[in-house]
C-alpha cells in the first residue's frame, strides 16, 4: 500500500476478484461496459490476459477513510501488443540507448480502443492520486514509465497538470443528430455520398440471406460457436493469434448477453458473418468482425450501417467502429480526437518525448481538419466529432 496522502490511500490488486462488483462500478466504472468489475473479470477468468500473456493486473484501488473512493484498470506490461496507441518505436529507441522499455505499466482496457474513463473517480483529488500512484508505483518497481490510453479529454488535462505527457491520436465516430431514420440520415449527405451507400447496402444485402440485430436472451450459446470462428480468422490474419480466448466469450455469454449487440448475416440458416458490439449509455461499440464467405461490401453493411441502424432505432447518441479506417469516413463516421497520457522515469528520455508528442498533435489537428472538409456530408452540414 501506498502512503497516505492525508485520508486517502491507493493500493495494488493483482486480481479484480479482489473488490467486490459493486465496490468498483460504484466508483463510476459501470457508466462504461469495458471498464466495468464483469468485463475485466472476464477477460481474467478466461485466461485473456494474465500469465504468460504480457497483461499483469496490477489494479489501483484509493480508499478514502477505508472506503472506496476510485479505481484504475492497471496491468504491468512486457509488450506493447493489444493497446492501439503505438509505443513500439519509443521501446526501440529507449534500448537503443541502453535502457529497458518493458515491463511498463499501462493503465487501459486490453484490446479494446474506445475511449472512456480510466481514472475512475468522482473527485479531481482521487484522480490526481491514482497518477501519482501509477508513477510511483512504476519507479518502485523498476518499470519504464506508466501510461493511461484512451482517456477521457478532462483527464487528459488533469494529467499534463500532474507531469504526465498528452498524446492525441484519431478515430472515425459516427454521431446521432436525432435522426428519425437511416434515410433521415442520408438526406444530410451530398448527393454522390448518398447514391453510393445506397448501392453499397443493395449490393451487401443481396448476398443470399438475411441479417439479424440480436441481444440479450436473443443471443444463443451456439452463436458465440460461429462469431468464435469468425473471431479466429479475422484475428489469426491481423495480429497472429488472437487475444481472446474461447473461454471469454462464454463467460460474456453468462454476465454480459445485455450488453452486448451481436449483428449476423445468415445464409441456408447457418451464420456466415457476424460483427460484435457493446452497448454503453451514451454510444455502441463495434469491436470484432469476422466471416467464413467473402460477399461484397458485407463487412460494410454488418460492422457500419447496422450499427447505424440500430442506433437510430434505439436513440443511442454515437457510435465507435473501433481504431483507426480512413474508410469510414465515407460512411458518414466523421475524425474525433482521442487523449492518452504518458510518463517516463527516464528524465532525459521524458524530455524527447515530450517534443516528439508536441509534433505529433500539430499532424494530428493537421489531418482531422483535412479528414473533415472530405466528408460526405452536404456543405454547410459536416459535422463535428
Known amino acids: 500500500?501506498?502512503?497516505?496522502?492525508?485520508?486517502?490511500?491507493?493500493?495494488?490488486?493483482?486480481?479484480?476478484?479482489?473488490?467486490?462488483?459493486?465496490?468498483?462500478?460504484?466508483?463510476?466504472?459501470?457508466?462504461?461496459?469495458?471498464t466495468t468489475h464483469r468485463f475485466l473479470s472476464a477477460l481474467e477468468q478466461s485466461g485473456s490476459v494474465g500469465d504468460e500473456t504480457g497483461w499483469h493486473p496490477s489494479h489501483l484501488v484509493a480508499r478514502l477513510d477505508g472506503q472506496v473512493a476510485g479505481v484504475a484498470p492497471c496491468y504491468v506490461k512486457t509488450h506493447s501488443q493489444g493497446e492501439y496507441i503505438f509505443d513500439h518505436g519509443w521501446a526501440q529507441a529507449y534500448e537503443r540507448a541502453g535502457g529497458r522499455y518493458y515491463p511498463k505499466l499501462q493503465c487501459a482496457v486490453p484490446f479494446t480502443p474506445v475511449s472512456g474513463p480510466r481514472l475512475i473517480a468522482s473527485s479531481p483529488a482521487v484522480q490526481r492520486a491514482l497518477l501519482a500512484a501509477m508513477a510511483q508505483f512504476a519507479q518502485q518497481s523498476g518499470l519504464s514509465g506508466a501510461h493511461v490510453t484512451f482517456c477521457t479529454e478532462a483527464e487528459a488535462q488533469l494529467g499534463e497538470a500532474a507531469g504526465f505527457l498528452p498524446r492525441a491520436s484519431e478515430q472515425f465516430h459516427w454521431l446521432n443528430q436525432g435522426y428519425e431514420s437511416f434515410d433521415d440520415f442520408l438526406a444530410q449527405l451530398s448527393s454522390r455520398k448518398r447514391k453510393a451507400i445506397r448501392k453499397e447496402r443493395e449490393r451487401a444485402q443481396a448476398f443470399g440471406g438475411s441479417i439479424r440485430s440480436l441481444t440479450g436472451d436473443q443471443i444463443r450459446p451456439g452463436h458465440w460457436d460461429a462469431f468464435w470462428t469468425f473471431y479466429q480468422d479475422t484475428g489469426g490474419r491481423k495480429w497472429g493469434r488472437p487475444y481472446l480466448t474461447r473461454a471469454f466469450f462464454d463467460i460474456l455469454h453468462h454476465t454480459m448477453r445485455d450488453?452486448?449487440?451481436?449483428?449476423?448475416?445468415?445464409?441456408?440458416?447457418?451464420?456466415?458473418?457476424?460483427?460484435?458490439?457493446?452497448?454503453?449509455?451514451?454510444?455502441?461499440?463495434?469491436?470484432?468482425?469476422?466471416?467464413?464467405?467473402?460477399?461484397?461490401?458485407?463487412?460494410?453493411?454488418?460492422?457500419?450501417?447496422?450499427a447505424i441502424d440500430w442506433a437510430i432505432a434505439h436513440g443511442i447518441p454515437r457510435v465507435e467502429a473501433g481504431a483507426q479506417g480512413e474508410h469510414k469516413l465515407a460512411r458518414g463516421y466523421m475524425p474525433s480526437q482521442t487523449h492518452s497520457l504518458h510518463w517516463v522515469a527516464d528524465r532525459g528520455f521524458h524530455g524527447a518525448i515530450a517534443d516528439y508528442l508536441q509534433r505529433e498533435r500539430e499532424a494530428v489537428g493537421e489531418e482531422m481538419a483535412i479528414m473533415a472538409e472530405m466528408g460526405p456530408f452536404r456543405r454547410g452540414e459536416v459535422r463535428d466529432a
Open 1 to 34: 500500500m501506498f502512503p497516505a496522502m492525508s485520508e486517502l490511500a491507493v493500493s495494488v490488486l493483482p486480481a479484480i476478484s479482489g473488490i467486490d462488483a459493486a465496490e468498483w462500478d460504484g466508483c463510476g466504472a459501470g457508466a462504461n461496459p469495458f
Open 259 to 306: 450488453d452486448c449487440l451481436l449483428i449476423l448475416a445468415e445464409r441456408d440458416g447457418r451464420p456466415i458473418a457476424g460483427a460484435l458490439n457493446l452497448i454503453g449509455r451514451d454510444a455502441l461499440y463495434g469491436r470484432y468482425w469476422g466471416c467464413v464467405e467473402d460477399h461484397p461490401f458485407l463487412h460494410f453493411e454488418l460492422c457500419y450501417h447496422q
